[in-house]
């Protein structure tokens, strides 16, 4: 079954086959994009992290809660006997009426700013570009059409939060903090419930059924999802609304609701808490600043929609990565001067390479290689690749400027903002260090597959890119 396609947010670039393709096709018109089988070791790893995922952020939420971050806390207690599994459920905030109120109502004004707000600010802010705009080419051969209106949503919504923190009242900025346990229980229902949602619409409506993987294995399916591009009508995309709205768009606020409380508690919001707000507001920035960029990267290029999106949005991004700023309301920090001036040093640095090489690589792509990296022309290697409907399509790799360095030299630039973020923290505690942990393993691991899928994508062309340029993070180490 395929759902039809309006022509204002879908161009097909020529007529696509049925759904799937055979076995002894995928080789030959290149297998990229997720995988069509699954190995052991994958769906280990797949069924793992669906049951210990959840657990996960349930354990460091309730480090901070009952045992004021400290993370073997709960594992030394219990293991003592001072407590039980079931006393640390006990005292567990519940799910409320209120939690879910204010969850719903922040849900539905991010959907009505993304589906009835309609960019404007691409007209007034220079180099900005927001508005419709087109994606990359799906497996299937068809470019999507987006409405970039994020960083419009940031500034609406942040400007609220100051309005009312400043001059309305209608509620305390405390608000996400005095709810984040209820406020958890929400967020875990409306992914999950997203996640099943997006399962069963592959199965019975797809958007585009060419371009839908199903591995057989339920697990998998499940998890890494199958449609790749899931839309509701002709504009809610499953994967642009969940990636940037609600959760990175609520990072920010959150951090502001952690600060408000820290105020509240000791009388002051200290240098470290003011520097992880305005390290971290950075990348939230820069993120919906370059939302027209991401559209051309792994998370929408590569990834099909399933709990691995859905839910992680939800939960695990909103939840663990603003662990610092939870740490610093239960164990307030004063760096000194000199240490501030570090970590917000390092903080810069990392985001200077990672937005450079991400501008490299944007200007190559934008002008076709008719461009300067660091006062010259970018050298290139000219590769081919096939999309599922036989059609061959011409890229470019370039092994210029940072990305002759290092293949993934802004991973390298993201790693250390991420360090900063932590090093803000102090040494007092490993649980706001989980996160520059958790980069590291995602982002290397997200080599690794990017590079399996180019490897798919490209064949021999993409072996003699990783020949010209043999690091993939660290030049000369790694």
Known sequence: MRAAQSSGAVTRQRK??????????????????????????????????LLCAPLIVFYFVMSCDQFQCALSGPLLS?????????????????????????????????????????????????????????????????????????????????????????????????????????????????????????????????????????????????MMGIEFNPRIGKWFDFKLFFNGRPGI???????????????????????????????????????????????????????????????????????????????????????????????????????YIFRVTNHQKDLFRRTGGSCRIWGRKPEYIECTYLSTDGTKHHSKLMISGFWGLARHFNYTGDLMGSLSYCLACGFGHLLPYFYVVYMSILLIHRCVRDEHRCLSKYGNDWRRYTDAVAYRLVPGVF
């Open 78 to 222: 219990v293991y003592s006997g001072k407590t039980s599994v079931g006393d640390i459920w006990e005292r567990a905030p519940s799910f409320s009426g209120t939690a879910a109120g204010i969850y719903a109502a922040w849900v539905c004004f991010q959907v009505f700013l993304y589906l009835c707000v309609p960019d404007v600010c691409h007209k007034f802010l220079l180099g900005y570009v927001g508005g419709v705009q087109d994606g990359a080419r799906t497996p299937a051969g068809l470019i999507n059409k987006y409405e970039v209106n994020g960083l419009q949503a940031w500034i609406i919504t942040h400007a609220l939060w100051f309005a009312n923190a400043n001059y309305f009242h209608w509620f305390s900025p405390t608000i996400i903090f005095d709810h984040w346990i209820p406020l958890l229980w929400c967020a875990n229902i409306l992914g999950y419930v997203v996640a099943t949602f997006a399962m069963l619409k592959a199965y019975f409506f797809p958007t585009n059924a060419s371009d839908c993987k199903f591995t057989g294995n339920f697990f998998y399916d499940y």
């Open 16 to 49: 696509v086959s049925g759904n799937g393709v055979g076995p002894g096709e995928k080789e030959q018109l290149g297998q990229w994009g997720r995988a069509w089988e699954v190995d052991w070791f994958s769906l280990a790893s797949v069924v793992f992290l």
């Open 249 to 351: 768009v609520a990072w920010t606020l959150i951090n502001l609701s952690f600060a408000a409380k820290q105020r509240e508690l000791y009388g002051q919001v200290t240098n470290s808490m003011i520097l992880v707000n305005v390290l971290q507001a950075i990348y939230v920035l820069d993120f919906f600043w370059n939302e027209s960029w991401y559209l051309k990267t792994i998370d929408i290029c590569h990834d099909h929609f399933g709990w691995y999106l859905g839910w992680g949005d939800c939960v695990w991004l909103p939840y663990l990565y603003t662990l610092q700023g939870l740490y610093l309301v239960y164990n307030p920090v004063q760096l000194s001067t000199g240490n501030a001036i570090g970590v917000l040093l390092l903080g810069l640095i990392g985001y």
